[in-house]
């Protein structure tokens, strides 16, 4: 590939190929291409006048140079529609859209004679006309009929000028506003998409084999067991589970389905195991139908944006009385037309989902994925944050420390049939067990009868007609009354001291013990003390590990509430407890276990590797792995609900003062519309400002 620098700096480098040199399909092969290099952390396209803007890790930049001299654009694989990152488009879009009305305005201003701008003017009142008469024949009185008024009395009165600015900016108010709703769908869209890279999909013999989704099509037959995401949009052939549709229907309770029902990709099977026919491979419909919920739910709506929005149309009915009075004492119609071309219903209504939409993409942009603007209020308004300890506190990826055997089993064998009983679940102290057993080549068949997983519990199965049990101590020895001789106490105690232990049972017999390393995140203590600077009054932990390894956490990290070996329903009662007490709550988990809870609490935050269950339940998901996130968030969630209040006042001080200059006749009504108009459309701008401060 042929190319120019053009500006050279240290991780930092533009090229220029030339126009045509690549087209808009090619462009996003080669942005994909490039952010697939390990040494390449960013990298645009532009097809129009052919440049390349990438990011690279330091000293590499002639290993660069040189991939970029073996690509060929024409032979890159071509990136589907829905995969593709169109942020730069629906910029230039807008930019377009923008100087596209400012040069018509102009044109139409200097060039056309009075007679076709009066012509103009009055066809482009018409829709405004028609949407505020459709309001009233409704029974409302709200911001539809205001502008409709609006411009009708400025024609009314021969005022062409003022009625033509009036439709001026309230078409870039409306484009700034569907501008901003697609920069955050879009960069939601990319944040939400599910990636599942396998799935266990049937052979010829009829064993299921780990299979990359790629190869997978339609017409093939796959098995999704607990907490797994259905990839495809399928028909169950056997089985029956607990689906969570709420990415679908946005009901949070889940639906049994069984053979000959439809499931749907992104879903996720909460309880059972189902056997899907692929009809359809991709998922986009759950990517689209998110979306699509955020953007229209009123529940998911912050209380404060739904708010403004019901006080901008209570405002309407107060604007045609101030005018009505203004009339009356007055007798002068300019008067009265000047007070009710001011209100402040449009900047209230316009400027605080604004606000809302652009906080949430820029979460998107900290790689925080919030799912409607209440949670962000709700994360404000927190006094209270409850942690899960395991894969939230402590790192994401624990590692296997000791594998302790108990007679008459070895070691490979504790190992080999732990990982092969924990394989099909998605929680990181199984992926540290399956780790395990492949860093020390052990290779295991399934010959085990079909698993069931107790939440927060453990795994019941059969291996060879014998019972195998895998889980905590007290699923293992207190619920399901394996005998524990003196001799293995005693090892339990000594080898398990301050650490997470997983058990497992064969027939009646306590096969063995493996001890996991699950080291605390390093900042954690960091985020703990940053929470509690910006307001957090209670700090709570919530495990299932015993107390003294609970307690050891706790000392570590400052925190002086914790919670030991307890349950899902307990961590959610204890979620519930907190509410009653009046306090809000934020619960960070990342299990299937932690669900309950996530539910219970007023806003709830899922982690980047959490279960599939624990991301749907979660109003936040975290896409980095860094818990400093969640300090990010929260001065994110203070600014903006600081700048919707100095918005409200900016407002209603800016619009009483426009009232008071076209009562005393100081404003004429011209002079009153424009100044009301761009004050709305400053302020909406002025709202799409980042909330956060960039790092010095």
């Keep these: 590939m042929k190319y120019t620098i053009v500006h050279d700096m240290p991780g930092r480098i533009r090229l220029r190929c030339g126009r045509n040199a690549f087209s808009l399909d090619e462009g996003y092969s080669i942005t994909s291409v490039l952010m697939a290099q390990t040494i390449v952390t960013d990298a645009k396209a532009s097809s129009i006048n052919g440049s390349l803007l990438i990011f690279y890790v330091d000293d590499s930049r002639s290993l660069l140079l040189d991939f970029i001299d073996t690509l060929v654009p024409a032979e890159l694989p071509v990136i589907p529609p829905a995969e593709r990152d169109t942020t730069s488009e629906v910029d230039a879009d807008f930019q377009y859209a923008l100087a596209f009305r400012i040069v018509r305005r102009l044109l139409f201003r200097g060039l056309l004679p009075s007679p076709v701008r009066h012509v103009i003017t009055l066809f482009r009142a018409v829709p405004y006309v028609v949407r505020g008469i459709k309001s009233l024949l409704n029974f409302r009185i709200n911001v539809d009929v205001l502008d409709a008024s609006s411009i009708g009395v400025s024609l009314a009165q021969g005022d062409y000028r003022t009625a033509s600015s009036i439709m001026f900016l309230l078409s870039l108010s409306d484009l700034l506003e569907d501008y901003t709703r697609k920069k955050t769908k879009l960069a939601l869209a990319g944040s939400l998409s599910v990636n599942v890279d396998t799935v266990w999909k049937q052979d010829s013999y009829g064993n299921f084999i780990s299979t990359p989704i790629s190869q997978l099509e339609e017409d093939d037959t796959i098995i999704v067991r607990t907490s797994g995401t259905i990839p495809v949009d399928g028909t169950i052939c056997e089985g029956e589970a607990y689906i969570n549709e709420a990415c679908m229907t946005g009901e949070s309770q889940s639906v049994l389905k069984k053979a000959e029902d439809s499931v749907y990709a992104g879903t996720v099977v909460e309880d059972g195991s189902i056997v899907i026919k692929v009809r359809a491979i991709g998922n986009g419909t759950r990517m689209n139908k998110i979306i699509e919920l955020i953007d229209q739910s009123e529940n998911l709506k912050a209380d404060v944006q739904s708010h403004a929005e019901n006080l901008a149309d209570s405002i309407v009915p107060f604007s045609f009385l101030a005018s009505g009075l203004a009339f009356l004492l007055t007798r002068n119609a300019t008067k009265a037309a000047s007070v009710l071309l001011v209100d402040y219903s449009c900047a209230i209504k316009l400027a605080t989902p604004i606000s809302v939409i652009s906080a949430m993409r820029e979460a998107a942009n900290h790689k925080i994925v919030v799912k409607g603007g209440k949670f962000l209020e709700s994360y404000a308004l927190a006094d209270t944050i409850v942690f899960d300890k395991t894969g939230t506190l402590t790192v994401a990826s624990p590692s296997v420390s000791e594998v302790i055997p108990f007679p008459p089993y070895n070691r490979t064998e504790v190992l080999k049939t732990s990982a092969c009983l924990e ?54 020895v207190e619920d399901e009354w394996i005998p524990v001789t003196p001799e293995q106490k005693s090892i339990i105690e000594e080898k398990g001291h301050g650490k997470s232990a997983i058990f497992l049972a064969l027939g009646d017999t306590l096969a063995g013990m493996i001890c996991i390393d699950d080291p605390l995140r390093p900042e954690a203590a960091e985020t703990i003390q940053a929470l509690r600077e910006s307001g957090i009054k209670k700090i709570i932990m919530l495990t299932g590990d015993s107390d003294e390894a609970a307690r050891d956490v706790s000392a570590q990290l400052g925190i002086t509430e914790y919670q030991a070996q307890i349950l899902p329903e307990d961590k959610a009662s204890v979620i519930e407890r907190l509410k009653e007490e009046s306090h809000q709550v934020i619960m960070v988990g990342d299990g299937i276990n932690d669900s309950p809870a996530l539910a219970a609490a007023n806003v709830s935050v899922s ?52 009232l008071a200059g076209g009562l005393i006749g100081f404003i004429p009504p011209a002079a009153s519309a424009f100044l009301h108009n761009f004050s709305t459309m400053f302020i909406s701008a002025a709202s799409m400002r980042p909330c956060l401060k960039p790092p010095v």
């Design 423 to 476: 394989e099909h679940f998605p929680h990181s102290v199984a992926h540290a067990i399956v780790h395990k057993a492949e860093q020390e080549n052990l290779k295991h068949r399934e010959e085990h009868a079909e698993v069931e997983y107790v939440v927060a519990h453990g795994i019941r199965s059969k291996l060879h007609g014998k019972k195998a049990l895998i889980g905590s101590y007290h699923f293992i």
């Design 607 to 658: 982690m980047k590797d959490s279960s599939d269950i624990a991301r749907e339940v979660a109003d936040i998901t975290l896409l980095s792995t860094d818990l400093r996130a969640l300090v990010t968030l929260r001065h994110l969630s203070l600014s903006l609900m600081e700048r919707i209040q100095k918005n409200f006042h900016v407002i209603i001080g800016f619009n009483s003062l426009l």
